[in-house]
């Protein structure tokens, strides 16, 4: 069954600090998927990334970049020279896209990250 | 602009009522979905709808109804069954019936039980 495990709870780094949230995950699957979500306060989760298994190049976009390494079953995100605006709760979560997929999408518990001023 | 809006925002309710929480979507998306968050637990998966007339259950579906009689909407009924309902309330929708496309996600209606 698949699996998402981000063991951080809770992050706080002072403005400007480099910040790494760790996503690990599990899955039988050989093609599957795998996302970011941000939700700010205000409650809704925003789409950040999508990768799938079979491109494993590490992507920026801004102060934000992600490592996916197979080997380690591990897609990491990492936020360069945080801002305050960055605080929310990050998910990662993971789809399977395979024959013996579970159709479904399956969430981490997230990690809560605190940027102080 | 195109979107999904649940209402209400916060939503109220004594132990033993049955409660709906309304989801439209004007994406013309085909899949819906929704979630349940808990504090330290993120997002379960409730119930989630492919197609108009057709909806599967997740893994915490027990104590929850849903129906999908129009691809605009997706409510979900809290029933008096359900032995914690106080949670915030996620709805989603993608644009195909598979899981590879990202979730768009409505603004939440967090619900309270007493």
């Known amino acids: 069954a698949q699996k998402v495990t981000q063991a951080q709870t809770e992050i706080s780094v002072v403005e400007k600090e480099d910040v790494t949230l760790d996503c690990v995950y599990e899955t039988r699957d050989t093609t599957y998927y795998l996302f970011w979500y941000k939700q700010p306060p205000s409650g809704e989760l925003v789409f950040l990334i999508r990768?799938?298994?079979?491109?494993?190049q590490n992507e920026i976009s801004g102060r934000y970049s992600w490592n996916f390494q197979k080997s380690t079953s591990s897609f990491n995100f990492t936020i360069t020279a945080s801002q305050v605006v960055d605080s929310a709760v990050y998910f990662c979560a993971l789809s399977e896209a395979g024959v013996n997929r579970d159709d479904k999408i399956i969430f981490g518990k997230g990690t809560r990250l605190h940027i102080l001023p | 602009d195109g979107g999904i809006t649940q209402s209400p925002k916060y939503l109220f309710r004594k132990e033993g009522q049955n409660v709906t929480l309304s989801c439209e979507q004007n994406l013309n998306h085909d899949a819906m979905y929704w979630y349940r968050q808990d504090p330290g637990q993120g997002l379960r998966l409730i119930y989630y709808?492919?197609?108009?007339?057709?909806?599967q259950k997740g893994d915490i579906a027990e104590g929850y109804s849903v129906s999908r009689e129009k691809k605009e909407s997706f409510p979900l009924t809290v029933t008096s069954a359900q032995k914690n309902p106080t949670a915030f309330y996620l709805c989603?929708?993608?644009?195909?019936?598979?899981?590879?496309?990202?979730?768009?996600f409505g603004n939440g209606t967090r619900l309270t039980v007493t």
């Open positions: 989603a929708s993608s644009t195909t019936e598979n899981y590879n496309s990202p979730l768009h």
């Open positions: 990768r799938n298994s079979f491109d494993e």
């Open positions: 709808s492919q197609i108009v007339n057709d909806f």
